[in-house]
């Protein structure tokens, strides 16, 4: 598979608990974005990385989101005491050295 | 920041007949205009891409054009068909980074 892949894709998990995403971007990407999506909107960014380092990172991100991308290669992004507002579907992108992005399928949270 | 505006959110069509799809934009400096499909479940598909120093861009059914005086673009599909039914995003980069800010989307449905 040379596609951007996501894991789960699926999480329920339930308001205080922490939860980890993992991304794996197109191999040769130095580029690997995390978006949120909730029903009825766009993809919403919240951190970008340029191989391992950490450029950006939207306001709207609280501190219990941590994402890292230690190696340059896959990614987590880390919820620590979840509440139900985190409830969306994150989205994973990767790119090669300009704006054309290329997806994942997504982890859909569900916090209850 | 860059702020992307999209119109209309819902669009019903007869099969065979055209859709349009605009987007404006707020950041001048913005130069590169990607437009992505996601169907149900999916994940956002990027579908076309202009840059600023075309007008217009095709690619089979797809079109988009871009005025970038006014900063907006659209997306024109023609002949449309009920596999087009899909929601689609526009997007644009924000400031001169790669990081794109996308629209809230446009839930097209063609009819049969």
């Known amino acids: 598979d040379t596609g951007v892949s996501q894991d789960p894709r699926h999480k329920i998990t339930k308001r205080g608990q922490n939860v980890t995403f993992r991304c794996d971007p197109i191999s040769e990407h130095n580029r690997l974005y995390w978006y949120r999506q909730t029903l009825g909107q766009g993809p919403e960014f919240l951190t970008y990385f340029q191989n391992e380092a950490q450029l950006e990172k939207s306001r709207l991100l609280s501190d219990r989101f941590s994402a890292e991308r230690p190696k340059g290669s896959f990614s987590t992004l880390e919820i620590q005491r979840t509440e139900q507002g985190d409830s969306a579907m994150y989205l994973c992108?990767?790119?090669?050295?300009?704006?054309?992005?290329?997806f994942g399928s997504g982890t859909q949270l569900s916090v209850l | 920041g860059e702020n992307v505006e999209q119109h209309p959110s819902t669009l019903s069509v007869q099969e065979g007949d055209s859709a349009v799809i605009k987007c404006t934009y707020s950041d001048s400096a913005s130069n590169y205009f990607p437009w992505y499909k996601q169907e149900l479940g999916k994940r956002p598909q990027l579908i076309i891409d202009?840059?600023?120093?075309?007008g217009e861009k095709k690619d089979q059914r797809i079109a988009v054009t871009l005025n970038k005086t006014a900063k907006h673009f659209s997306l024109h599909i023609t002949e449309t068909q009920p596999e087009d039914s899909a929601v689609y995003f526009c997007?644009?980069?924000?400031?001169?980074?790669?990081?794109?800010?996308f629209g809230s989307g446009t839930r097209l449905l063609v009819r049969p």
């Open positions: 202009i840059r600023s120093n075309v």
């Open positions: 992108a990767s790119s090669l050295r300009n704006e054309k992005l290329f």
């Open positions: 997007a644009a980069p924000e400031d001169s980074s790669y990081k794109l800010i």
